[in-house]
């Protein structure tokens, strides 16, 4: 059973930064399929940056430029480096192995944990 834990997030001002990580534990030996989601009130959660197999990252267009996601190995957290915040960004983070739906949807491997919070405003 493989278990995240997520911190960092904040309040935060338009056009701030911000760096979230996630504690991975249990049965999982790769980073790669990680990926970070979010989910804004009254949305779907969204995957948002993730890692495929072979290590290339890969974000969607709403966070491209902006986002960065990062881990070096399963015994390392994995992070989500943000700049340029927008108010759009406000979510509930979340970190987890990714698997696709269809096209373009994706949904976690795992049970979730409880996020992160991230509130982007003036």
């Known amino acids: 059973q493989v278990q995240y834990v997520e911190s960092g997030g904040d309040l935060v001002q338009p056009g701030g930064s911000l760096r979230l990580s996630c504690t991975v534990s249990g049965s999982i030996f790769s980073i790669y399929g990680m990926g970070w989601f979010r989910q804004a009130p009254g949305k779907q959660r969204e995957l948002v940056a993730g890692?495929?197999?072979?290590?290339?990252?890969f974000y969607a267009d709403s966070v491209k430029g902006r986002f960065t996601i990062s881990a070096t190995n399963v015994k390392n957290p994995v992070y989500l480096q943000m700049h340029n915040l927008k108010p759009e960004d406000t979510a509930v983070y979340y970190c987890?192995?990714?698997?696709?739906?269809?096209?373009?949807?994706?949904?976690?491997?795992?049970?979730w944990g409880q996020g992160t919070q991230v509130t982007v405003s003036s």
């Open positions: 987890n192995r990714f698997q696709r739906l269809y096209s373009g949807v994706y949904d976690g491997l795992d049970s």
């Open positions: 890692i495929f197999s072979g290590g290339q990252p």
